[in-house]
């Protein structure tokens, strides 16, 4: 089966603490939000598109039903359960006919708390075979150098930043937990971080996006930062586990999670890696960085990674440096899968602006080359709607699109 996303929205602290509680070994189902009422419900609905709606029919400024009704009208995909204390016969005709797909009643057991959850997805499953194909969770990118100085973090914000800029919904994620960059990169003023989260939870397992999006910081273009500790000594409130929850929480929410490392690998990174579908392995065309990258990459057949995870880019590239790409791809024993070339300027200009330049200078070619590794990753921006006439959008149709 799927995975099962789920929105809470109940008035009461406890009843969301005790599905919380009921679901956390269920792996198939997760938590991806909570609402207190009914416009909350809705909006988060809207926002992030769960699978199911678990309803209290009694919520403020506008009832259970009422905000089904709204979401079976605005979001038919969406299925609700509706929850009452009262389980009389006419409550539960009120529920059906707003739209809800079943009916709880408090106090309720795991089992059947599980069941109808599982089995109105299923039921949804079967009415919309369309529908699975689509049903996906965000794609984990790592991007990992063993050596400092190559230009990772700027890479990673940047092409961080192009993603949201083509409106995918993206979390980047600054695991370098003691000296992470990203947010001085991105001008992001550190009020919330990585640290505060896990500090804010009882145990790891209480992770969910709902706590999540409380620690979150948004740039002008969308993109959402959990940015790393303030300090370096608040680093070691991140516990690997922490690092697991955060990620399977999100990754429901998102298209892509991108996240920066330190220059080590350690059980924290260890972590990442076991979650990551594609790890980004940075390097530049100087000798120490060569040897590092031939060094990690030894280490992950070591430990038994997929390989075919491990995708090469060579950044700040440079001619005539007694080592070419070709020397790099012999050398390590795998294609090159990107080459950034050096633009010190542009970088360190932007870089002291904190202002990410693929959406600054796109037409430098520093940051071209950053969008079309993007663009390679997660396929090319929309173009916009030319403005046909309805005489020439109807020969498109008929005879393809022509030249």
Same mark, same amino acid.
Request: charged letters at 25%; proline letters at 5%.
């Given at each position: &089966?799927?995975?099962?996303?789920?929105?809470?929205?109940?008035?009461?602290?406890?009843?969301?603490?005790?599905?919380?509680?009921?679901?956390?070994?269920?792996?198939?189902?997760?938590? $991806?939000?909570?609402?207190?009422?009914?416009?909350?419900?809705?909006?988060?609905?809207?926002?992030?598109?769960?699978?199911?709606?678990?309803?209290?029919?009694? &919520?403020?400024?506008?009832?259970?039903?009422?905000?089904?009704?709204?979401?079976?009208?605005?979001?038919?995909?969406?299925?609700?359960?509706?929850?009452?204390?009262?389980?009389?016969?006419?409550?539960?005709?009120?529920? &059906?006919?707003?739209?809800?797909? *079943?009916?709880?009643?408090?106090?309720?057991?795991?089992?059947?708390?599980?069941?109808?959850?599982?089995?109105?997805?299923?039921?949804?499953?079967?009415?919309?075979?369309?529908?699975?194909?689509?049903? /996906?969770?965000?794609?984990?990118?790592?991007?990992?150098?063993?050596?400092?100085?190559?230009?990772?973090?700027?890479? /990673?914000?940047?092409?961080?930043?192009?993603?949201?800029?083509?409106?995918?919904?993206?979390?980047?994620?600054?695991?370098?937990?003691?000296?992470?960059?990203?947010?001085? #990169?991105?001008?992001?003023?550190?009020?919330? /971080? !990585?640290?505060?989260?896990?500090?804010?939870?009882?145990?790891?397992?209480?992770? /969910?996006?709902?706590?999540?999006?409380?620690?979150? &910081? #948004?740039? %002008?273009?969308?993109?959402?930062?959990?940015?790393?500790?303030?300090?370096?000594?608040?680093?070691?409130?991140?516990?690997?586990?922490?690092?697991?929850? $955060? !990620?399977?929480?999100?990754?429901?929410?998102?298209?892509?999670?991108?996240?920066?490392? %330190?220059?080590?690998?350690?059980?924290?990174?260890?972590?990442?890696? *076991?979650?990551? *579908?594609?790890?980004?392995?940075?390097? #530049?065309?100087? $000798?120490?960085?060569?040897?590092?990258?031939?060094? #990690?990459?030894?280490?992950?057949?070591? $430990?038994?990674?997929?390989?075919?995870?491990?995708?090469?880019?060579?950044?700040?590239?440079?001619?005539?440096?007694?080592?070419?790409?070709? *020397?790099?791809?012999?050398?390590?024993?795998?294609?090159?899968?990107?080459?950034?070339?050096?633009?010190?300027?542009?970088?360190?200009?932007?870089?002291?602006?904190?202002?990410?330049?693929?959406?600054?200078?796109?037409?430098?070619?520093?940051?071209?080359?950053?969008?079309?590794?993007?663009?390679?990753?997660?396929? %090319?921006?929309?173009?916009?709607?030319?403005?046909?006439?309805?005489?020439?959008?109807?020969?498109?149709?008929?005879?393809?699109?022509?030249?």
């Amino acid at each position: &089966m799927q995975l099962i996303k789920l929105l809470i929205a109940d008035d009461m602290d406890e009843l969301r603490s005790n599905v919380r509680r009921m679901l956390r070994n269920e792996e198939s189902i997760q938590i $991806i939000g909570e609402a207190v009422t009914g416009e909350e419900t809705i909006a988060k609905a809207k926002e992030f598109q769960p699978h199911i709606v678990l309803m209290d029919i009694n &919520m403020p400024d506008l009832d259970g039903l009422k905000a089904t009704e709204v979401l079976a009208k605005d979001c038919p995909h969406i299925q609700t359960i509706m929850m009452s204390i009262q389980g009389e016969q006419e409550y539960f005709r009120r529920a &059906m006919k707003a739209g809800a797909k *079943d009916f709880l009643v408090k106090p309720f057991s795991s089992s059947d708390l599980v069941d109808t959850i599982k089995n109105v997805y299923s039921q949804w499953l079967k009415d919309r075979p369309d529908i699975p194909a689509n049903l /996906t969770t965000a794609n984990v990118l790592t991007f990992f150098s063993a050596k400092g100085g190559v230009g990772k973090t700027m890479l /990673t914000s940047n092409i961080a930043s192009a993603f949201a800029d083509r409106n995918k919904r993206t979390l980047l994620i600054d695991a370098s937990l003691q000296f992470g960059d990203i947010a001085i #990169t991105l001008n992001i003023p550190s009020k919330r /971080t !990585i640290a505060d989260l896990v500090n804010s939870v009882a145990i790891p397992e209480d992770i /969910t996006y709902n706590a999540i999006e409380r620690y979150i &910081m #948004t740039t %002008p273009v969308g993109l959402d930062v959990l940015i790393a500790p303030r300090e370096p000594a608040m680093a070691d409130a991140v516990k690997p586990e922490h690092i697991k929850y $955060i !990620i399977e929480a999100a990754k429901p929410v998102y298209q892509y999670i991108v996240i920066d490392t %330190p220059a080590f690998i350690s059980e924290k990174e260890l972590s990442i890696f *076991d979650v990551t *579908d594609v790890l980004f392995l940075v390097l #530049t065309l100087d $000798i120490t960085s060569v040897k590092s990258a031939k060094l #990690t990459l030894k280490t992950l057949k070591d $430990i038994s990674f997929d390989m075919n995870k491990v995708k090469v880019i060579l950044n700040k590239e440079v001619p005539s440096v007694g080592i070419s790409k070709g *020397d790099l791809e012999s050398g390590l024993g795998t294609p090159v899968y990107s080459v950034i070339p050096m633009d010190s300027e542009t970088a360190q200009t932007y870089l002291n602006k904190g202002e990410p330049f693929v959406l600054k200078e796109p037409g430098t070619h520093l940051a071209r080359a950053i969008i079309d590794t993007a663009e390679r990753i997660i396929g %090319p921006k929309p173009k916009p709607e030319t403005g046909k006439s309805a005489i020439l959008k109807i020969k498109d149709i008929l005879f393809g699109t022509s030249n």
